[in-house]
């Protein structure tokens, strides 16, 4: 059964640099047919795509958020990570992991990490 | 990129059948059948309900199903059940730049 597991830290200062990590457990990340994702939800709001990659490493981008994001993948490790940058409290949100199958839909998340943007 | 529109609320009775739509536009819902619907419980990460506009994923009852017509796909809930309540998102692929987006999300009430 594939797992998806966030983490990172839940707490990050305005104009930083949040950083979160998807560890994958139960199939591989290199597999040709699927895309490895992001969405957020703002508490109480609603889900947003941000970006996903794929096993080569050509990765997407929500265009609203395109100037500060950045998506790796580590294969070695079969984690694959989000970096986004110049945060404001409108970054606050639980940010989930899942993955995207080639008919673009999400068939597995994770269980959500609450990242705070807050001084 | 713009969200899909669903309505913020519906509700219905034990039993009963309620629909959800989902407008996006003809770069998104209305030129791909790649519409997928997922159920959130309070607390919890969303589960995949329908994918392909109408397909089942492995252990979803088939009181979930899923149609489009033009720009607008919809999710009908037959034989309601107290477990039905939870939030319902919309997702479609929109192209140009492998973009995907979400609806806004509804809430069902089981009344």
């Known amino acids: 059964q594939l797992q998806l597991q966030e983490s990172g830290p839940g707490l990050v200062k305005p104009s930083e640099t949040l950083s979160l990590t998807c560890t994958v457990s139960g199939g591989s990340i290199s597999s040709s047919f699927y895309y490895w994702g992001w969405i957020r939800q703002p508490p109480g709001k609603g889900l947003e795509w941000i970006a996903h990659i794929y096993y080569s490493g050509s990765t997407d981008y929500n265009p609203s958020l395109k100037s500060r994001v950045t998506m790796s993948l580590d294969t070695s490790t079969n984690q694959f990570s989000l970096n986004l940058g110049s945060v404001t409290a409108a970054d606050t949100a639980i940010y989930y992991c899942?993955?995207?199958?080639?008919?673009?839909?999400?068939?597995?998340w994770g269980q959500g990490i609450l990242v705070t943007v807050s001084s | 990129q713009s969200a899909l529109t669903q309505p913020r609320s519906v509700s219905g009775s034990p039993g009963q059948s309620v629909t959800i739509s989902c407008t996006g536009t003809?770069?998104?819902?209305?030129?791909?059948?790649?519409v997928s619907w997922y159920q959130q419980h309070p607390g919890k990460a969303p589960k995949l309900m329908i994918f392909?506009?109408?397909k089942w994923p492995s252990g979803v009852p088939d009181r979930f199903s899923g149609s489009k017509s033009g720009n607008t796909a919809s999710l009908t809930i037959s034989g309601l059940q107290a477990e039905d309540e939870a939030d319902y998102y919309c997702?479609?692929?929109?192209?140009?730049?492998?973009?995907?987006?979400f609806g806004g999300g509804t809430k069902l009430t089981v009344l």
């Open positions: 997702c479609s692929y929109a192209g140009s730049y492998n973009d995907v987006v």
């Open positions: 899942a993955r995207l199958q080639y008919n673009w839909h999400y068939d597995y």
């Open positions: 003809s770069s998104d819902v209305g030129d791909y059948n790649y």
């Open positions: 392909d506009v109408n």
